[in-house]
């Protein structure tokens, strides 16, 4: 039984990420609703991660027994009944944990990978700002220098977050494009959008050779920029962020920062100017599918014990 559960578990996690792949790739509502393609993208990989541990959690059969016999107290007999059918291969579920726990080493070796990676190009660039700035404008940084720029650094429990802008730009940009350059900045810094993108490019890295999921990163990196550009859009006007895009694309940026010029500016204006449409209530149940597809995996492996503790 749980051979089956947990290949169904598989098909559902790998077609409904294949499908998402395939939906928000280049789908015209996406640019109107960047923060619900975020949302449906953010649901997809952690269906398809649910589905991929739930699947091996039933597989090996053993260990989820052992878990949930020590959280619910039911007899591990009836346990045994309900995720593997009173059928013993311990073999094969050993092998099977093996190459489950494999795959989550591979995860967290990712991860911990980007996290000291980022975090160390992020120390470097605060302490070269804080030898660098001259002024304060708006309570951003300014650092002399003869390129156009504008990018924010996250900060962490013991640095501030950082909006940096170079002289050149305060020279070029006026007062409506620079005020529509910090809004973009600091949407990014308060929507955490350096999280978004941390975990995209750990799970796209950890997926990347089996090819599931494919647009998750850069559909990410892009979807953020839209998303700060909607803010600054709000709060500067349409035509000063669009005049500032213009003014400030380059696609060169620090590592561990994210840049007001950074991705697809031709693409970004055209945005501003024409204003995608979409349906609401469309963008509301896929965003419901994805949370239902999210929540499945751990309900399949987490529910027949429940019930059985429920029943006791």
């Known amino acids: ?53 739930a699947a091996g959690a039933l597989l090996t059969h053993d260990v989820l027994e052992h878990v949930m016999f020590r959280a619910t107290g039911v007899s591990e007999d009836e346990l045994h009944r309900v995720y593997a059918g009173g059928v013993e291969l311990s073999p094969l579920w050993n092998a099977t944990a093996a190459i489950v726990l494999a795959g989550m080493g591979v995860l967290v070796f990712h991860a911990a990978v980007a996290t000291v990676t980022t975090s160390r190009s992020r120390r470097r660039l605060h302490e070269a700002l804080e030898q660098n700035v001259t002024t304060a404008a708006d309570g ?90 909607d803010d600054a859009w709000h709060d500067a006007g349409r035509m000063s962020l669009a005049r500032a895009l213009l003014a400030m694309a380059s696609p060169q940026h620090p590592s561990g920062s994210l840049a007001m010029g950074a991705s697809a500016t031709g693409e970004r204006i055209h945005r501003m100017l024409l204003t995608p449409q979409h349906d609401r209530r ?26 059985l503790a429920l029943g006791a």
């Open 140 to 229: 951003c940084d300014v650092v002399p220098s003869e390129r156009l720029y504008a990018y924010c650094i996250p900060g962490n429990a013991r640095r501030r977050s950082r909006v940096v802008i170079s002289t050149a730009a305060l020279q070029v940009l006026s007062t409506g494009e620079l005020a529509a350059v910090i809004a973009h900045e600091r949407s990014h810094l308060r929507r955490r959008h350096h999280r978004s993108i941390a975990a995209a490019e750990v799970f796209t890295r950890t997926a990347g050779p089996l090819r599931i999921l494919p647009s998750y990163g850069a559909e990410v990196r892009r979807l953020v920029e839209l998303e700060a550009d």
């Open 1 to 53: 039984m749980s051979l089956i559960v947990a290949l169904v578990l598989l098909v559902v996690a790998v077609t409904s990420a294949w499908t998402i792949d395939r939906s928000l790739r280049g789908a015209r509502w996406v640019e109107a609703a960047p923060g619900r393609a975020l949302m449906v993208w953010h649901l997809a990989a952690i269906s398809l991660g649910g589905g991929v541990i």
């Open 282 to 307: 469309l963008t509301s149940v896929l965003v419901v599918l994805a949370v239902v597809a999210a929540v499945i995996p751990p309900a399949t492996i987490g529910l027949p014990a429940l019930y």
